[in-house]
C-alpha cells in the first residue's frame, strides 16, 4: 500500500506536462486563429487587430495554425487516453450535481470563491473542464473538415456543410477564450492551484490510487 510520502501527487507529472503543453498549443492556436479569420471574416465588420494576431498575414498564421495543430492534436489525444485509461476523468469531473451547481454559481456571484480542498474540484470547475475538453475535441474535428473538405467530404457532410463546419470552428475558438479568460482569473485568484498544477500539489493517496 502506498504511504504518504510516495502517494502521487494531485496532479501527477503527466498531467502537468500534459495541461502546459496544451496551454502553450492553445497560445499559438488562438492568435494564429484570428490571423486566418482576418482574411474571409464570418460577423461582418469584425476584424481581429495587429497586436491580437499571431502572424503578419494570413499565410503567415495558416503555418503557425499548423504548427500548433499538431501539438495540440498529439497532446490532446494523450490527455484524453491518459484520463480515461487511468480513470482520472471519472474520479476528478464526476459525478456534478444540480444543487451543487447552484450552490456554487451563487456562491461565486457572492464572490465566495472558497477553495480549501485542492484535492476536490467544485461542480462549476467540473462542468468547465467537461465543456473545455469537449470544445478541444469539436475543434479538432471541424478544424481538420475546414483543412481537407474534398478528402474529408463526409466530415464535413455529417457537419452540416463547409460554412456550418467553419462555424462551430470559430464557436469553439469562442467557448475556449471565454473558459481561459476565466480559468486564468481563478487560478490568479487562488494561486495555491496555480503552484499545484507547476510543483504537482499535495499527495493524494485514497482517490488517485491507480495513477503512476
Ligand atoms: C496560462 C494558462 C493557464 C493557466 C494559468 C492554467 C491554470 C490551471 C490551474 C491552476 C489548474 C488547477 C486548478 C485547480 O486545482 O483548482 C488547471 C487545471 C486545468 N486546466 Fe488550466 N491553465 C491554463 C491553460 C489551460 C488551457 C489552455 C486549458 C484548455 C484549453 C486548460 C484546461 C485545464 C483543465 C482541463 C484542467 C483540469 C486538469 C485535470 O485535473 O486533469 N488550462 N489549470
Known amino acids: 500500500m502506498r504511504d504518504a510520502v510516495t502517494a502521487p501527487r494531485l496532479h501527477p507529472v503527466p498531467v502537468r506536462v500534459m495541461h502546459w503543453l496544451n496551454a502553450l498549443a492553445m497560445l499559438v492556436m488562438i492568435p494564429s486563429g484570428w490571423g486566418i479569420y482576418n482574411d474571409d471574416v464570418i460577423i461582418r465588420g469584425t476584424l481581429f487587430p495587429d497586436w ?17 495543430m499538431w501539438l495540440l492534436m498529439l497532446n490532446g489525444l494523450a490527455y484524453l487516453v491518459y484520463g480515461l485509461v487511468t480513470g482520472r476523468f471519472r474520479e476528478r469531473l464526476l459525478p456534478i450535481r444540480p444543487r451543487e451547481l447552484v450552490a456554487t454559481v451563487r456562491d461565486t456571484l457572492r464572490l465566495r470563491i472558497a477553495h480549501a ?70 487560478a490568479l485568484l487562488v494561486p495555491r492551484t496555480l503552484w499545484a498544477m507547476l510543483a504537482g500539489g499535495p499527495r493524494v493517496a485514497s482517490r488517485l490510487r491507480r495513477q503512476p
Not at 491580437?52 to 500548433?68: I, P, T
Open 52 to 68: 491580437m494576431r499571431l502572424g503578419s498575414w494570413a499565410a503567415e498564421s495558416l503555418l503557425w495554425h499548423f504548427a500548433g
Open 117 to 186: 480542498d485542492l484535492t476536490v474540484y467544485n461542480a462549476v470547475q467540473k462542468l468547465l473542464y467537461i465543456v473545455v475538453i469537449l470544445a478541444g475535441v469539436a475543434q479538432v474535428v471541424s478544424g481538420l473538415a475546414i483543412w481537407k473538405p474534398v478528402q474529408l467530404s463526409g466530415l464535413v457532410a455529417a457537419l452540416g456543410g463547409f460554412q456550418a463546419a467553419r462555424l462551430l470552428h470559430f464557436g469553439g475558438m469562442a467557448v475556449i477564450t471565454g473558459f481561459l479568460v476565466v480559468h486564468v482569473a481563478l
